[in-house]
C-alpha cells in the first residue's frame, strides 16, 4: 500500500492541487483536452499507470452489483481498479465512481462537490408496472427503463 492518490480528470480540469504522491491512467490522460489541464498533469508530476487486468475485473464486478456499470467510462473503471491496487484514496466528484468505490472499501477525496455519504444500488425498473429488470424496456408491458436509487 502506498500514501498516495488516484487522480480522475476533474482534479486536472477543475486545477485541484491534492497532497501526496498523485497517481493518473491513461484513459485519463486521454480525457484531457485543453492545453490547461494537460499542463496541471505534468506539473502536479502525477504518474500514469494502466491498471492490471485482476483489478479491473474486481472493480467490473463491483460496479456490476451496485447498478453502476452502465453509467461508468472506461476511465473510471480504470481509475477505480488503479485506487483498488495501491489501497489509495481516489479523488473525484463522480457519484457513480464514489458509489462503487465505497463497495470496494476506497476512500474518496471530493475535488468541488460534496462526497456520497452512503451506498446505493441502482436498478432498473419499470415506472408503469414496477416490474425490475435489465434491458431498454420492461419485458411484461414495454415501457421504457428508468434507474430507481435505494441505499444499501
Known sequence: MCACIVADSSV??????????????P??????????????LHIYGARVESPTVEYLRRVRDAAQETGDIRTL????????????EYGAVLATDDYAV????LYLGIKIES???PAIKRRLKR?????????????????DCGTPARTKKRRI
Open 73 to 84: 467510462s472506461q476511465a473510471d473503471l480504470d481509475v477505480l481498479a488503479k485506487a483498488l
Open 27 to 40: 484513459a485519463v490522460e486521454r480525457e484531457l483536452l485543453d492545453i490547461r489541464s494537460k499542463s496541471l
Open 98 to 101: 464514489q458509489n462503487v468505490a
Open 12 to 25: 486536472f480540469i477543475l486545477g485541484k492541487e491534492l497532497e501526496g504522491e498523485l497517481i493518473t491512467v
Open 123 to 139: 436498478t432498473l425498473r419499470c415506472f408503469a408496472c414496477g416490474a425490475a429488470f435489465d434491458g431498454h424496456a420492461c419485458p
Open 111 to 113: 475535488i468541488a462537490q
